[in-house]
């Protein structure tokens, strides 16, 4: 089999990079190790940046996001004491947009047939070859047969475990990494949201999220250290401390419910550069993880597919090999970003292991500077949004 462009991963990335390449005519082929069901079951945040909209209006496939979608103009930091509120349409002129991630997979997985884009799922074993050639290939196996399909460019797409960060030699890497010694646990629950906005708390007994899904469906977290297990916290026990870390007044408007999901997830901040080598372009996970706390994944994952499309356009439509070149400095320079504002804000808004009264201090002064300070509330803002692609 030949195809143009050989897509890893049938997540975000890989699947919005499928459409915007056959919107633009050209041929590609997406190769996902997992099951549609699979795929869809992962629980992920889900918050829109513009360029996550726009890319999904260029589409035609932000029906379901425009009357779903919950349009935001703010969210709030909170101390224990009091919401501070981050007026992002005041300070910015921009809205985020909370629609749930898996919502965003299910509609591109719903419009690849109608739109002629091809999706291999329950491909085992996949594996690039020549990605330092014109001719890059990927093979794998599929209901026990053996598959080849040769490319001119393969896009690894395939999250932070996949094969293709490792198909580039350690010679032409560099990787940066943060493990940061906390967990998220996170409870999904058919509840009304406790705020009409987001609220990142730091309270002295640790962080909480409340973040919601829908105007009946709610989705909380508390920071846990690496050691807790799912198990130790009953919905109960949860929505105690969640109570307590969010502070008297969101607490006051907490309906309690059953979890319909409940799990703990690891924080890591992970840079791989070069996002190109050879023929092989990484968008999305593959290449950078941030900590969930900016809610930047799956738009880093949105402008970094936007980044290669307009690249691969320009090559096969316009003989242009420009924007293939400057393909990794110009996705790295929005990751690079990114990174910085979710890390900055995880030591905000999080208590570490080894943190003292005066580092604390410094959480409390920030937070205080923050609520007082208009420049300091726009730099959050324009973060928050999305900068500029
Ligand atoms: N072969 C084929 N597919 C693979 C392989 C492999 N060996 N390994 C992983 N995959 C698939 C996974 O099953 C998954 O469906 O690649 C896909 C990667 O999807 P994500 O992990 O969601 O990563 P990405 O598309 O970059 O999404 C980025 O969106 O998921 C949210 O916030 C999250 O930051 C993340 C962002
Ligand atoms: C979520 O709704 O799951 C969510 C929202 C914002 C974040 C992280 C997760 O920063």
Not at 131 to 140: K, R
Not at 364 to 385: C, F, G, H, M
Request: proline share 5%; with cysteine; aromatic share 8%.
């Amino acid at each position: 089999m030949k195809t143009q462009v050989a897509i890893i991963g049938a997540g975000p990335a890989g699947l919005l990079l499928g459409h915007l390449l056959k919107a633009e005519g050209i041929d590609c082929v997406v190769v996902e190790r997992q099951t549609p069901d699979y795929v869809l079951s992962r629980i992920r945040a889900g918050v829109l940046e513009q360029i996550t909209v726009s890319l999904l209006e260029r589409l035609g496939l932000d029906g379901r996001l425009k009357a779903e979608g919950l349009v935001e103009h703010g969210f709030n930091l909170a101390d224990g004491e009091r919401l501070i509120r981050i007026d992002c349409m005041g300070l910015t002129g921009k809205s985020v947009v909370v629609y749930g991630q898996t919502e965003i997979t299910r509609d591109l997985m719903d419009a690849a047939p109608s739109r002629g884009l091809e999706v291999i799922y329950g491909a085992e074993d996949v594996a690039l070859h020549g990605v330092e050639s014109d001719a890059p290939a990927i093979t794998f196996r599929k209901n026990g047969a053996e598959r080849r399909i040769e490319a001119r460019f393969i896009a690894g797409c395939d999250g932070f475990h996949g094969p293709s960060r490792k198909a580039i030699p350690a010679s032409a890497a560099r990787e940066y990494e943060r493990v940061y010694p906390f967990g998220w646990l996170g409870i999904l629950a058919d509840v009304p949201p406790c705020h009409e906005e987001l609220i990142y708390a730091n309270h002295e007994r640790g962080f909480a999220l409340a973040s919601m899904r829908s105007h009946t469906r709610s989705r909380y977290y508390i920071d846990v250290p690496l050691t807790e297990r799912v198990e130790d916290w009953s919905d109960e026990r949860l929505w105690d401390e969640l109570a307590v870390r969010l502070g008297p007044d969101a607490a006051a408007n907490i309906t309690r419910g059953p979890a319909l999901e409940k799990s703990i997830a690891p924080l890591r901040s992970y840079v791989f550069e070069p996002m190109r080598h050879g023929s092989l372009l990484l968008c999305g996970d593959a290449a950078h993880i941030v900590p969930p706390t900016g809610a930047k994944g799956l738009n880093l994952a949105a402008s970094d597919v936007h980044y290669a499309a307009e690249a691969l356009r320009g090559y096969f439509t316009r003989a242009d090999n420009d924007g293939i070149a400057d393909y990794s400095a110009k996705a790295l320079a929005r990751v690079w970003k990114c990174e910085r504002f979710s890390w900055s804000l995880t030591k905000l808004m999080h208590r570490f292991p080894d943190d003292g009264p005066f580092e604390r201090a410094m959480q409390v002064a920030e937070l205080d500077y923050i609520a007082s300070s208009v420049a300091a509330q726009t730099s959050i803002a324009e973060n928050y949004v999305g900068l500029p692609v």
